[in-house]
């Protein structure tokens, strides 16, 4: 056995927060417009949430939760993009870069296809790469379960990393 790892990983991710009156709607670091936000410690951007977790979970540096736990005040409405930034940080200290992410995204509403040019490109920005190594998917639940009744939205991201 030896200690050195693969030059590829790949993480998954998942995260869902409740829809509520009285929050905005933040999704892949853009504001959203409609009549209900996520509910959150911080901006409970469920996107970046998943995703940061598919990299942390990649590089094996636990979860999202360990590194940003919403019981720390210095978190309270934080802007998920900056934690986003964190978590590159954190796999660039251990040599690792993005080769890809793909994210889904599951609402009933409101429709996120016009909003995906803009989604990859903030995030792409973030991680350091071009919009094409970002894929962003939306989908429903068919009205079936909490997604389906309009009470949260979840995500899911997977990313590929390697030892450039």
Not at 49 to 64: E, F, K, N, Q, W
Request: with cysteine.
């Amino acid at each position: 056995m030896t200690n050195t790892p693969p030059p590829f990983r790949t993480g998954l991710g998942f995260d869902v927060h409740r829809l509520v009156e009285g929050r905005d709607l933040w999704l892949c670091g853009v504001k959203i417009p409609h009549n209900l936000g996520l509910l959150g410690h911080s901006d409970a951007d469920v996107a970046i949430h998943a995703l940061c977790d598919a990299l942390l979970g990649a590089v094996a540096l636990r979860d999202i939760g360990y590194h940003f736990p919403d019981t720390d005040p210095a978190y309270k409405g934080a802007d998920s993009k900056n934690l986003l930034r964190a978590t590159v940080s954190l796999l660039a200290e251990k040599g690792w870069a993005l080769g890809n992410a793909d994210i889904t995204i599951c609402a009933e509403k409101p429709k996120i296809n016009p909003h995906i040019p803009q989604m990859q490109s903030v995030l792409a920005e973030i991680l350091g790469v071009e919009p094409d190594r970002v894929s962003i998917k939306a989908t429903t639940t068919e009205k079936l379960g909490y997604t389906g009744r309009m009470e949260g939205i979840s995500a899911f991201a997977t990313a590929l990393v390697y030892h450039p």
